[in-house]
């Protein structure tokens, strides 16, 4: 029987540097973010946003991403409007996917925001990955050109990362000190074995 993997870990841990690792070890691996980003394009979704947010989260009749991120990671309603038009969709997404790929061991699923969304329910497996904050920021400011404060603002729409380790069955030490890649090894081997 297949199991189904969900790794996260706050903004800037490295997650999807550990979801890497197990696609080249073979696992299939659906990116929450990223597939959360093609159903911006929708005209559906675009429409339903532009009614909640206004044509200021436009540009081109697409939507703009940084418009849209500076309008809810300020605001946890608007957030919540966001999240109720993408997270069905998503996790429908998912499933489909889950359902194509049921011939492997195991699957990944990397998201962000798993506990959050509720999505951890759909999984076997939790993988948290951590670091400490000033790390984790400095690493998004490199990654994304952000500002500190907006790191910060996006940050807070996370659940701490002690909490989220509360709920892990795997933790990943990302800290720059301990090596990610034998932490995975280790997980992929559990993995196989069950």
């Known amino acids: 029987m297949m199991i189904r993997v969900a790794i996260t870990g706050n903004l800037g ?20 973010d990223d597939e959360a980003r093609k159903f911006l394009q929708d ?28 309008i809810v990671f300020n605001d946890p309603e ?4 966001l999240n109720r038009i993408i ?19 195991y699957i990944v699923h990397e998201s962000a925001i798993l506990f959050e969304s509720g999505f951890n329910k759909e999984f076997d497996k939790v993988i948290v990955v951590t670091c400490p904050v ?6 998004v400011i490199e990654r ?14 996370q659940w701490p990362q ?9 933790v990943i030490e990302n800290d720059g ?11 992929h081997k559990k993995l196989l074995s069950e």
């Open 134 to 139: 000033e790390t984790a920021i400095a690493r």
């Open 78 to 81: 608007a957030l919540r409007f």
């Open 13 to 32: 841990s490295g997650k999807s540097t550990v979801a890497q690792i197990f696609e080249i070890l073979g696992a299939p691996v659906y990116r929450a």
């Open 87 to 105: 997270h069905p969709l998503v996790k429908r997404d998912l499933r489909k996917w889950i359902s194509r790929h049921s011939n492997n061991t």
């Open 162 to 170: 002690e909490k989220k380790i509360e709920k892990a069955d795997f």
């Open 43 to 70: 005209r559906e979704v675009i429409r339903r946003l532009v009614n909640g947010f206004g044509e200021t989260i436009l540009s081109d009749g697409q939507i703009d991403r940084k418009s849209l991120a500076a």
């Open 177 to 187: 000190l301990k090596l990610v890649i034998p932490q995975v090894l280790e997980i």
């Open 144 to 157: 994304d050109k952000s500002s500190r404060e907006a790191i910060l603002s996006r940050m807070e729409n």
